[in-house]
Every structure is written in C-alpha cells, then in structure tokens.
C-alpha cells in the first residue's frame, strides 16, 4: 500500500468514528476494521467488472446475519476524474435488467441528486480528480472531523443486484490507487449491497467550502495542471429496511 493510500485511510479512520465502536486500521487485514458491530454484504461469486475483466469478490456475509456479526467494514476507495461538476455512484446495470436510469435534474440546488440506480453528486468545481470513498456499516459514525461536512442523507433502494460503482460522466470508471488493496490495480473499485435491503446513504465532503476558491486562485496562478487536492467525498450505507430483490426480465 503506497504512502498515499495509508494517508487517506488513517485520515478517515481518525476522521469516522462512533462513539462506541473505534476504525482502525490493521494491515495484517483488510484497510478497516470496526470494533462495533459493522457487517460487509456482498455476495461469494466472481461478477464481471468494467472493460469484459473479471474481478474475484470475496465471500461476504448475508443481510440476515447484519447483528449476529462483525467487526469488519465493507469500505472501497477510488480517484475519480469529476467533469461538468459532478461524478456518479450507481449500479451496473446487470445482464437480464433493463435499464431504469432516469437524467438528474440540476436545476435543484441539492448537492446529491437520488434517482433510481444512482446517486450523483455535483461538485463546486468544473472538473478535477477527487477520492471517493464508499462504506457499507450498520451505524451511522456520529462524530466527525470538523474538516468534513454532512452534505445529507437519502434512501436508496437497489435497482438491479447492488453492486455500486464510481465514475465520471465522460471519464468512466474510478481507479483505485496504487495499492490500494492487493491485486486491486486496474479494476474499478465497487461496493456491493445488499437487493433485498433498503439504505440510508449519509454523503459527507471535504475541502467544498472554499475549492471553487481555491481552484480559481490556482488557475489564477496559471497553475494549469492542478488538478486534485481540491474535493474529497465519502458516501455510507446504513441498512433502514427490506424489499422485495429486484428481478431480472424474463
């Protein structure tokens, strides 16, 4: 794991944390572990990832056993290029599903627009490169670093078979970082949820405050190829109930 990664994720364990149940983390693992009781959701298969690869999942537990189980968090984490000021985490739409994508409205003023299958996100500034992080817990973490702000909570229900990625608009998917997790390099970074199961998405964002500002005050400075450091963002999935899964057509 490069010098970069383990910055980021030590920054976010000291960051998120509740106040019954301490991130940390431990090497000899996964990047996180929570001492609460947090319950990875992803399913025993191997899933097709972005460009025709194949990526092996690791087997994960069902929605059934969320309180019978820990301490482990379903944490990924990638660097996604923002274009248009804004980036998406959606479901891959999965072979047998139509498509219900519809276009977000931007004319709200909301900073995470929610339409079925995916969540975006708009950005204060045009395009740069941003880490992303997306976590699956049971609890939402109630304290927080005063760097990073709660831009809301929303619900989410699974449209397809829950497998969550990051992109961009015009520049696809997210890249995990060097690192990142080993055998990680070149596959897009993806979270599974559970289908059957209903969500609370709660989206936080540090260095929004003043980025627009301090991209204009670099661009001022002629410094044309900074392009990150300005926007990072952690989106967390706390199961809120049940559904009937999504079915694929015929």
Not at 160 to 180: D, E, F, K, L, N
Request: glycine share 8%; with cysteine.
């Amino acid at each position: 794991m490069d010098v970069a990664a383990v910055t980021m994720v030590t920054d976010l364990a000291r960051d998120f944390h509740d106040t019954k149940a301490e991130v940390t983390w431990d090497p000899r693992r996964e990047p996180w572990t929570w001492t609460g009781q947090v319950t990875p959701l992803m399913d025993d298969e191997t899933d097709p990832s972005p460009g025709g690869k194949r990526q092996a999942k690791e087997t994960r537990r069902s929605a059934g056993a969320i309180s019978a189980y820990g301490p482990e968090m379903d944490i990924v984490s990638g660097v996604v290029s923002i274009a248009y000021s804004h980036f998406y985490i959606a479901e891959y739409i999965e072979q047998g599903f139509e498509s219900v994508d519809d276009l977000p409205d931007f004319h709200t003023d909301e900073p995470v627009i929610v339409t079925p299958g995916k969540l975006t996100i708009v950005s204060c500034v045009q395009e740069h490169k941003a880490w992303v992080t997306l976590m699956l817990a049971e609890a939402q973490p109630v304290q927080q670093a005063e760097q990073w702000q709660s831009l809301g909570s929303w619900p989410y229900r699974p449209v397809y078979r829950g497998r969550m990625g990051i992109s961009g608009p015009t520049t696809g998917p997210a890249v995990p970082a060097a690192g990142w997790l080993p055998g990680s390099q070149g596959y897009a970074p993806t979270l599974t949820l559970h289908p059957a199961a209903i969500y609370t998405v709660h989206v936080y964002a540090r260095g929004r405050k003043d980025s627009r500002a301090r991209y204009e005050a670099a661009m001022t400075r002629e410094e044309w190829g900074l392009n990150e450091g300005f926007e990072d963002y952690v989106a967390i999935f706390i199961p809120a109930g049940e559904q009937a899964g999504p079915q694929a057509a015929g």
